[in-house]
C-alpha cells in the first residue's frame, strides 16, 4: 500500500481542510483520510507540501497530432507505426502534465482505440471518438470520414459504432486550419444532423458537434446534440453569441467545451500562418489577442447562463495547444472569474461525469481508480500552481 499525503487537498469537488492522506493499494484509492492520518504498518508514504487532487480531464484532444504547425493534416500521410508513435508521445506529454484521462475528438483509421483497449501502465484512459465525420472536402475531411446527406451519415454513424468508439464527433462547421471550408456557415442542415444523431443515441453513442459558426451552433442546437466544441459564436455580423442563445443551449442541456488553454507564451514565437488562416483570422476578427479575450468572455457567460461547461483544450491541433495544456484551460476559467473550486471541478469530476467514467475516476474517493496529481502549492491561493506537477499516478502507477 501507498499513502500520498498532501498539505492541501481537493477532492474532486471541494477543498478539504487540512489537507489529505489519500491511501491507493495497486490501481485503486482505498481510503481518503486526514492529512495526519497515522497511515497502516509497512504503508509506504509520500509527503508533499503542495496540493493532492484527481488526475485532470482533457475533454478534447487529438493524440496523432504533436501540435506543430498543420500536424493534424500530415496524419493523412502517416503509417500506422508513425501515427502509434505520434500516439504515444501524445499521451507521455498528457501524463506527465498530470492529465489522466482524454477525450480524443479525431483521429486518423481510429488508432487511438487499440491504444485505449491496450491500458498500458502509466497511460491516461482514453475515450474516442475516432475519425469525425465530416462533409466531403470540408473540415477535417483528410482524417478520412466523409458523409453527405442522410444515408451516409446513418452508415457512417453506424460504421463508428461497429469500430467500437466511445462518443461520435461531427463538424457542424468549416475549421481554421481547413483550406476552403466555411467559418460562417453550417456544414450539415440541423436535418442532416439529427439523423447522425438519432443513429448515435440508437446505439448509446453521445454526440458532439465541432461549431465556430453561430449558423452551426444553431443546427446542432436544432438537432438535439450532446455537446458542442469551440462555440466560437463566429456570424458575418461579428463574433456574437445572444444571451438567447446560451438560454436555449443551457434549457436543452448541451455542454459546451469552449476550448480552452492556449499557450500565450508563445504567441509571439508562432510563424505567420498560412495565408488561408491569415485571411479567416482577419475575417472573423479572430487574431489571437481578440480569441484570448472572446474566449475569456464567453467562459464568463456560460456560467451565467447556466450552460454546463467541459474544459477541454484541441490537444494537439496548434503550436499554441501542445499536449499538457489542461492546466492552463483550468487557470483560464479563474481568470475569467469561475471560483477555483468551480474550475477545478470542471476539469476533474465534471468533467468525468461529461465523459461518462465517474464511476471510475475525477474524485478522491474510495474505490475509483487512483488518478492522482500533486502540485507545487496551496491551489485555492495559487491556482496557476496546476501548471507545476510534483507526482502523477496513473490508475495507481507513478509516472
Ligand atoms: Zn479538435
Redesign the pocket.
Known sequence: MLAIRASHAFDGNAFLPGGATVLVDGERIVGVEAGDHAVPEGCEVASYGGTVLPGLIDA?V?LVADASPGSLERSQAMTAEQLDAEIERSLASQAAAGVTTVRD??DKDYRTLAFRDRRTTGQPRIIAAGPPITTPGGHCHFLGSTAAGPDELRAEVVRHHERGVDVIKVMASGGFLTAGTDMFGAQYSSTDLRVVVEAAHEVGLQVLA?AHSVAGIEAALAAGVDGI?HFSGISEDGNVISDDLLDRVAAAGIVVDP?MGFDQTLIPHMPPPPPQVLETMQRTGMDFPATMVRISEAAARLRAHGVRVVPGV?SG?MPLKAHGNAWIAVVDLVVAGWPVEEALAAATSGAAEVCGVADVTGRLAVGLDADLLVVDGDLAADPAALGRPLAVLVRGHQV
Open positions: 478534447h487529438h475528438l479525431g465541432h466544441e476550448t484541441d491541433a
